[in-house]
Nanobody, 117 residues
Framework: QVHLVESGGGLVQTGGSLRLSCLVS????????MGWYRQAPGKQRELVAS???????NIADSVKGRFTISRENAKNTIYLQMVDLKPEDTAKYYCRSGLTSSKYDYWGQGTQVTVSS
């Protein structure tokens, strides 16, 4: 059975940093592109960063230069390093597997990030 478990969210001040982690259990890690999404109240869920099996990353323009996605295969984990956080980054952040194949499409429960001004 596949589970994605996010951690690392919290409350930070503007300009602060957080690192989110997504631990993947099951046998799908390393089989498809993974990504981090976020959803703010009243807004649609949006993709903020993705990373392919080969380590190629894509970062949304809204967070480029501030967010970095990485993966640690030995730990079945992907990360989202966030620096210079802004109040508009406040959202629930979700990890997702299988961005290019529905066969591996799973979501985590999300972790809340709140940035105070």
């Amino acid at each position: 059975q596949v589970h994605l478990v996010e951690s690392g969210g919290g409350l930070v001040q503007t300009g602060g940093s957080l690192r989110l982690s997504c631990l993947v259990s099951g046998t799908i890690f390393g089989l498809d592109t993974m990504g981090w999404y976020r959803q703010a109240p009243g807004k649609q869920r949006e993709l903020v960063a993705s990373i392919t099996v080969g380590g190629i990353t894509n970062i949304a323009d809204s967070v480029k230069g501030r967010f970095t996605i990485s993966r640690e295969n030995a730990k079945n984990t992907i990360y989202l390093q966030m620096v210079d956080l802004k109040p508009e980054d406040t959202a629930k952040y979700y990890c997702r597997s299988g961005l290019t194949s529905s066969k591996y499409d799973y979501w985590g429960q999300g972790t809340q990030v709140t940035v105070s001004s």
